[in-house]
T-cell receptor, first 116, second 112 residues
Framework: DVKVTQSSRYLVKRTGEKVFLECVQDMDHENMFWYRQDPGLGLRLIYF???????EKGDIPEGYSVSREKKERFSLILESASTNQTSMYLCASRSVRQRYGRTEAFFGQGTRLTVV | DAKTTQPPSMDCAEGRAANLPCNHS???????VYWYRQIHSQGPQYIIHGLKNNETNEMASLIITEDRKSSTLILPHATLRDTAVYYC?????????????FGQGTTLQVKP
């Protein structure tokens, strides 16, 4: 089974702290994604990496950066955490090697980040 | 990737079929329709996908209209455990650079 693991399930950080959210996948997937999810707003894409060292901004990249030095790991960085970054963060990975068009994304369990 | 439109919420009686619609009028010829669902406090999970033919698997059926501008996800005998947010997404099947954009989805409430 594909496993996408996020380093923390719950995290509390102070305003102004630098925060690292880590995501690791074990299926040699090329694509990795970071989303945040807020009530009433659905899943919004923050950043996307289509391969190692490749990244692309999603819909809401402001206040975030990412790092993909190794294929299995995709890190989301909050340079200076703010209270409006309190949210559920979800990581996903996806293979581009399709079988009958099937290239679904696999998600981690999420990290609920609270910035106080 | 084409944009999708779904109703924000739907109710369904337990044991009955749940039919969840999705409009994707700007879909192009090489784009697949994917459905995911998210049960409370979990990450989204893949349900089914299709290009132009109707598809069925152990979880659901997917009906795509002939013009491919809309589709319907069918849960044939909904249970309380099917209560979730359902997302319809349209994307290139073989693209390795395509973003995966989720809309707000449909919240399905299955009632006893």
């Amino acid at each position: 089974d594909v496993k996408v693991t996020q380093s923390s399930r719950y995290l509390v950080k102070r305003t102004g702290e630098k925060v690292f959210l880590e995501c690791v996948q074990d299926m040699d997937h090329e694509n990795m994604f970071w989303y945040r999810q807020d009530p009433g707003l659905g899943l919004r894409l923050i950043y996307f990496s289509y391969d190692v060292k490749m990244k692309e901004k999603g819909d809401i990249p402001e206040g975030y950066s990412v790092s993909r030095e190794k294929k299995e790991r995709f890190s989301l960085i909050l340079e200076s955490a703010s209270t409006n970054q309190t949210s559920m963060y979800l990581c996903a990975s996806r293979s581009v090697r399709q079988r009958y068009g099937r290239t679904e994304a696999f998600f981690g369990q999420g990290t609920r980040l609270t910035v106080v | 990737d084409a944009k999708t439109t779904q109703p924000p919420s739907m109710d369904c009686a337990e044991g009955r079929a749940a039919n969840l619609p999705c409009n994707h009028s700007t879909i192009s010829g090489n784009e697949y329709v994917y459905w995911y669902r998210q049960i409370h406090s979990q990450g989204p999970q893949y349900i089914i996908h299709g290009l132009k033919n109707n598809e069925t698997n152990e979880m659901a059926s997917l009906i795509i209209t002939e013009d491919r501008k809309s589709s319907t996800l069918i849960l044939p005998h909904a249970t309380l455990r099917d209560t979730a947010v359902y997302y319809c997404i349209v994307r290139w099947g073989s693209s390795n650079t395509g973003k995966l954009i989720f809309g707000q989805g449909t919240t399905l409430q299955v009632k006893p």
